[in-house]
């Protein structure tokens, strides 16, 4: 016999044994790391005591062999509060596979408003949409920016096992090849100069979110101390780079937006979160792609954010479907409808995509 309950305490070592069991060759954390995590995002977070529990699939021969982490996020839509369900790491035994829909439709049927994942694979997009989900393709698509062309495309060669001794020999002539580049005049992968930014705290950051993130109808509420958790949490998906937090200001040294990405020499730059006043996307934008060159990046990639569409066009930005989608279920059609029609300010951190579990073991070289 087979039952979905909360997660309690207890269930922590036989989470974390499952972990080690279904993604075994994918993740170099030991126990005791997996232990902790799993303790500190879903039994620890700022929120957690909400009416709502990350969930766990017991057999009574075989206890644990399902898992499902949910950490409950508060919004408002239109100034009413919700609550939003963010589902991650789902994880089922090889051979209890089937147990799979009823950990996800107990999920599903909890008394969130709005429940969410931006981490899912295709198999759990189809079940998704199956049990009455749906995604959302304006937080589907994502972007890129070009810094170093050359070394971009060899980045992306460096992570294929086939292509990593081609791209290996390739990575001199590319850096040439970006330099002179970047030296030419009407090259589209200039970037302008920008003054130096200012490091956010989790202080400062409300106060850019309070004054000049976008009016959308559904949008996060933080509050200073989730805030500290997020960064704090943010700042160790140490495999993309180092978390930069960075305050936007003009000419007039008026604040005019912030972004947030992680930054490491030789790879791309991922940006977690952006906002900026609605006279200055460009502004912010043009900091980024110079911080970021300045600091090595071969490209900047996000998910799009539809005030920034106008902007990111402009400077010759690519969009893609290569991120994973944004899935969302909800009894409440006003919900879908915000989210799929652009009405919500919903970034990587207030997903699970920020949620740092997984360490790839064989990294590419950004040597």
Same mark, same amino acid.
């Given at each position: ?17 499952? @972990? ?27 929120? @957690? ?30 100034? *009413? ?7 991650? #790491? ?6 209890? *596979?089937?147990?799979?829909? /009823?950990?996800? /439709? ?11 994942? !931006? ?22 698509? @994502?972007?890129? *920016?070009?810094? $170093? ?27 040439? =090849? ?11 992968? *200039? ?18 979110? !309070? ?11 933080? !509050? ?17 780079? #180092?978390?930069?937090?960075? #305050? ?15 930054? /490491? ?11 900026? $006043? +609605? ?5 912010? =934008?043009?900091? =980024?792609?110079? @911080? ?10 996000? +998910?799009? #954010? ?9 400077? $010759? ?9 944004? =899935?969302?279920?909800?009894? !409440? ?25 997984? +360490? ?8």
């Amino acid at each position: 016999m087979n039952r979905v309950r909360p997660l309690v305490s207890d269930d922590i070592p036989a989470v974390a044994a499952l @972990h080690a069991s279904v993604f075994s060759e994918s993740s170099e954390l030991s126990t005791e790391e997996r232990q902790h995590y799993l303790r500190q995002v879903f039994l620890e977070s700022p929120w @957690h005591g909400q009416p709502l529990s990350s969930l766990v699939s017991e057999d009574a021969q075989a206890g644990v062999v399902g898992f499902l982490g949910v950490v409950p996020r508060p919004m408002s839509l239109n100034g *009413r509060s919700i609550t939003v369900a963010v589902g991650s #790491q789902f994880m089922v035994a090889p051979e209890h *596979r089937g147990l799979g829909i /009823k950990l996800l /439709k107990t999920f599903l049927s909890g008394p969130q408003h709005l429940s969410i994942t !931006d981490g899912a694979s295709r198999v759990l997009l189809k079940v998704w949409k199956t049990l009455g989900g749906t995604d959302s393709p304006l937080h589907s698509i @994502h972007w890129t *920016r070009p810094l $170093r062309p050359t070394q971009y495309v060899c980045s992306l060669m460096a992570q294929r096992a086939a292509m990593a001794r081609l791209a290996t020999v390739a990575r001199p002539l590319c850096t040439a =090849l970006d330099s002179l580049m970047a030296g030419t005049g009407r090259s589209p992968f *200039r970037v302008s100069a920008a003054p130096a930014g200012e490091e956010l705290t989790a202080e400062t950051l409300l106060d850019c979110f !309070d004054e000049l993130a976008p009016r959308a109808g559904l949008r996060p509420v933080y !509050d200073c101390a989730s805030m500290k958790w997020l960064l704090a949490m943010a700042s160790r998906k140490t495999h993309l780079g #180092q978390l930069h937090r960075v #305050q936007v200001r003009n000419s007039a040294n008026e604040v005019v937006g912030w972004y947030l990405c992680y930054l /490491k020499r030789g790879r791309s730059c991922e940006v977690l979160q952006m906002a900026g $006043r +609605r006279d200055a996307p460009e502004l912010v =934008l043009d900091h =980024l792609f110079f @911080h970021a060159w300045r600091n090595g990046a071969v490209a900047v990639s996000g +998910r799009l #954010q539809a005030d920034f569409f106008d902007a990111l066009k402009a400077k $010759r930005c690519l969009f893609h479907a290569a991120g994973s989608p944004l =899935l969302i279920y909800s009894r !409440d059609h006003q919900l879908i409808d915000a989210v799929r029609g652009g009405d919500a300010f919903l970034t990587r951190l207030d997903g699970e995509w920020w949620m740092p579990f997984l +360490r790839p073991v064989h990294a590419p070289s950004s040597s």
